[in-house]
């Protein structure tokens, strides 16, 4: 059974940083592509970023690119999300996935992920 736990998140002012982290347990021989989403109140979840099982090709969306960083601990199966610069419109609760890495599929669709973790709130304050 593979457990994904985030923490990170909380509440802070427009152009203010936050960081979060998620760790994949439980089964430590299989490498996974870590994935970050976010989704705000009436609205669907959208991809955010994610770096592959060895730590290459970082993606993101228009929405984050410049701002964010993702980061990661490929031996222990561990993300981080550096959001700096942060605006209101970032508001949402943000959740770590991860996907067994399979070729030719895209990895910033939310069906792709078979593991997610609980969900962080992220607020920021105008």
């Known amino acids: 059974q593979v457990q994904v736990v985030q923490s990170g998140g909380g509440l802070v002012q427009a152009g203010g940083s936050l960081r979060l982290s998620c760790v994949a347990s439980?089964?430590?021989?299989?490498?996974?592509?870590m994935g970050w989403f976010r989704q705000a109140p009436g609205k669907e979840r959208e991809f955010v970023a994610v770096l592959d099982w060895v730590g290459h090709n970082p993606d993101y969306s228009t929405s984050v690119k410049g701002r964010f960083t993702v980061s990661r601990d490929t031996a222990e199966n561990t993300s981080v999300l550096q959001m700096n610069n942060l605006n209101p419109e970032d508001t949402a609760i943000y959740f770590c996935a991860a996907r067994v890495p399979r070729y030719g599929r895209d990895p910033r669709l939310p069906q792709e992920y078979q593991y997610w973790g609980q969900g962080t709130q992220v607020t920021v304050s105008s």
């Open positions: 439980g089964r430590t021989f299989v490498k996974y592509d």
